[in-house]
């Protein structure tokens, strides 16, 4: 786990809506991290989920609307005392109620206030009947909020408690998750950044059922794309077919064959300022493929000829302009390093990440991973870890190698 995604304070408004039932799931997740949660219940929110339920889950007290003009505290005024303390505040479900408020500036209630006072980022998740949201008056209040500098995420298209379908849903918890530590974020340095990230295996045809593809998962790639989100980047991830669901924030283009991947990273990578290659692209295809499913009977042995895939890398290298820098991957059972500064300088790279796919907890599936990050002047950082703390470093070392200006390509 990225260490700065714990020891954390995060504070958490739960206004009236149906789906405050899930903010105690969201509650646990945040505090098995090891962060503190402190949360404030609308009037209308307790009579969606107890206090006494939050209270449990947070370690702390609940508060709760009468909490805001006693003098309980004495000097102690909550709202302030709160929006101070706060790193992070979310309000999940914000109620129609509650955008208005936040719109307006609204300070005569707990929540109300605590978002005027805070200085921390705050991040409403809407969720409502999908009239209620489409409202004009609800848009217009979405609108201002976000001109104020709240980030509304907007919510997702399903199935609603009120029986409607459409949009309205409170998104997933881990999507709500990944907002938070998008916001919680230390480094902002690809803000302003177009990146570009590849992941996943490509498959190659040899009749509708058959495939050429590699165990590749698309974890790596996944992270480097997720990573580079959290830091500011507007990132673009082309993957092949993964079974796992690409990262929220992130705009995916789906390819399949590794025709496909070079058409659309040759696309994409005009308008990117940073391209990174973790895709484990097929190097070869069938040279002829069978419209109909092969059938076995009579055949005890079928020949096929396999032939060259367009190199990727080799292009983009070639194309590459000076302002754009490009990452490359190097999976590699055999003489690691050779084989990866040898392709980096043959693919115009300015920097590779070289990794054994043969040692254990590294390479294809694995959650974790161990890489060389081998410089065009050869200087090499040696990183290891879980897939998504690999992806922060190599960041850091893209950061301090180019965007900080001190480019030593
Ligand atoms: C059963 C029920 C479910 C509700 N669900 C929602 C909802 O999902 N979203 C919403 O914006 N309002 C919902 N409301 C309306 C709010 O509870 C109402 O606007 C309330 O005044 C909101 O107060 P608050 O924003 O201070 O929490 C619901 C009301 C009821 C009775």
Aim: hydrophobic letters at 40%; proline letters at 4%; one cysteine or more.
């Amino acid at each position: 786990m990225l260490e700065w995604k714990s020891n954390r304070r995060i504070l958490i408004g739960i206004s009236g809506g149906i789906s405050a039932y899930k903010i105690p799931e969201i509650i646990r997740a945040i505090r098995k991290n090891g962060n503190d949660v402190e949360v404030i219940l609308t009037q209308s929110a307790t009579s969606f989920i107890t206090p006494l339920t939050i209270s449990t889950l947070t370690g702390r007290r609940a508060w709760l609307e009468g909490d805001f003009l006693s003098n309980e505290h004495g000097w102690e005024i909550p709202h302030i005392s709160l929006a101070d303390w706060a790193e992070a505040f979310l309000i999940a479900p914000a109620t129609a109620n509650v955008i208005r408020r936040a719109a307006l500036g609204e300070a005569e209630t707990l929540l109300g206030t605590a978002m005027l006072a805070t200085r921390a980022p705050v991040v409403l998740f809407p969720a409502m009947n999908v009239h209620m949201w489409e409202h004009p008056a609800t848009q217009r209040h979405v609108e201002i909020a976000r001109t104020l500098g709240y980030t509304v995420i907007s919510p997702e298209e399903g199935e609603l408690a009120c029986g409607y379908e459409g949009k309205g849903r409170l998104p997933k918890n881990e999507i709500i998750l990944e907002v938070l530590w998008k916001v919680l974020s230390p480094k902002k340095d690809l803000a302003g950044k177009k990146v570009l990230v590849t992941a996943g295996p490509t498959r190659e045809f040899m009749d509708p059922v058959r495939f050429l593809s590699n165990p590749s998962s698309g974890k790596m790639g996944f992270a480097i794309a997720k990573t580079a989100w959290y830091r500011g980047g507007e990132v673009t991830l082309i993957k092949g077919p993964t079974c796992i669901e690409p990262p929220y924030g992130l705009r995916v283009v789906n390819v399949t064959t590794a025709e496909e991947m070079y058409d659309a990273v040759l696309k994409e990578s005009e308008k990117t300022d940073i391209i990174v290659k973790a895709a484990a692209v097929g190097d070869y295809k069938f040279a002829t493929t069978s419209e109909q499913k092969i059938k076995r009977e009579g055949k005890d042995r079928i020949q096929v000829t396999l032939e060259e895939n367009p190199d990727i890398a080799a292009e983009v290298g070639k194309r590459k302009r000076e302002d754009q820098i490009l990452v490359g991957f190097a999976a590699e059972s055999n003489e690691l390093i050779e084989n990866a500064i040898s392709k980096l300088n043959r693919k115009n790279m300015d920097m590779i990440v070289a990794n054994d796919i043969t040692a254990k907890g590294s390479g294809f599936e694995s959650d974790t991973n161990s890489v060389a990050i081998i410089c065009k002047n050869g200087h090499m950082t040696r990183i290891e870890g879980t897939k998504e703390e690999v992806a922060w470093r190599l960041w850091d070392v893209i950061e301090m190698k180019f965007l900080a200006k001190e480019d030593v390509r």
